[in-house]
T-cell receptor, first 114, second 115 residues
Framework: NAGVTQTPKFQVLKTGQSMTLQCAQD?????MSWYRQDPGMGLRLIHY???????DQGEVPNGYNVSRSTTEDFPLRLLSAAPSQTSVYFC?????????????FGPGTRLTVL | AQKITQTQPGMFVQEKEAVTLDCTYD???????LFWYKQPSSGEMIFLIY??????QNATEGRYSLNFQKARKSANLVISASQLGDSAMYFC????????????FGTGTSLTVIP
């Protein structure tokens, strides 16, 4: 049981380049989400999904796209990287519904945009 | 308005002492969940403790307890008998039913345990 996996762990991009951050979970969780973590700002929600084929925007969606074609995978695409997107990105998953259902986090991707 | 507010950017505690990390939340939904996560310097997010809005008793998990004051909308984390390994960032989070059970995180508190 690998939990939530993210690739790559580190990435350096030039302004204007595009890339995809991969996220996969093997716990059959319905809910998946992407956060960015910046110093002093906690975790801010970028996009989330409540199931395959269903995605929605979070607090800071501009410049990012997502899709959810399977329950397991939830990739995050940076369309045209900007220095403001330099951050640590976390993918997380959980069961939906009330009750404990805590989010499980991946190890994070540290992205630098030059 | 902020959904989760953590007003202590940094805290210090002596080893073996107890420490309280503050968290207030804002919601109009009667059904919600409150969570605390720990993030050590290695970067991973570790779930610590959960409190449901309808739970009558304060949650406890080992040395962690959650001081839940519903009328004040506060969910403070109490760590007893602090250890050097408790030095980390601590994040309070809330889950609301709206938005498919969306999570909201606070800005975190950096805890340093002094030997």
């Amino acid at each position: 049981n690998a939990g939530v996996t993210q690739t790559p762990k580190f990435q350096v991009l030039k302004t204007g380049q595009s890339m995809t951050l991969q996220c996969a979970q093997d716990m059959n969780h319905e809910y998946m989400s992407w956060y960015r973590q910046d110093p002093g700002m906690g975790l801010r929600l970028i996009h989330y999904s409540v199931g395959a084929g269903i995605t929605d925007q979070g607090e800071v969606p501009n410049g990012y796209n997502v899709s959810r074609s399977t329950t397991e995978d939830f990739p995050l695409r940076l369309l045209s990287a900007a220095p403001s997107q330099t951050s640590v990105y976390f993918c997380a998953s959980s069961y939906s519904g009330t009750g404990r259902n805590e989010q499980f986090f991946g190890p994070g991707t540290r992205l630098t945009v030059l | 308005a902020q959904k989760i507010t953590q007003t202590q950017p940094g805290m210090f505690v002596q080893e073996k002492e107890a420490v309280t990390l503050d968290c207030t939340y804002d919601t109009s939904d009667p059904s919600y969940g409150l969570f605390w996560y720990k993030q050590p310097s290695s970067g991973e997010m570790i779930f610590l403790i959960y409190q449901g809005s309808y739970d009558q008793q304060n949650a406890t998990e080992g040395r962690y307890s959650l001081n839940f004051q519903k009328a004040r909308k506060s969910a403070n984390l109490v760590i007893s008998a602090s250890q050097l390994g408790d030095s980390a960032m601590y994040f309070c989070a809330m889950r609301e039913p709206a938005g498919g059970n969306q999570f909201y995180f606070g800005t975190g508190t950096s805890l340093t345990v002094i030997p």
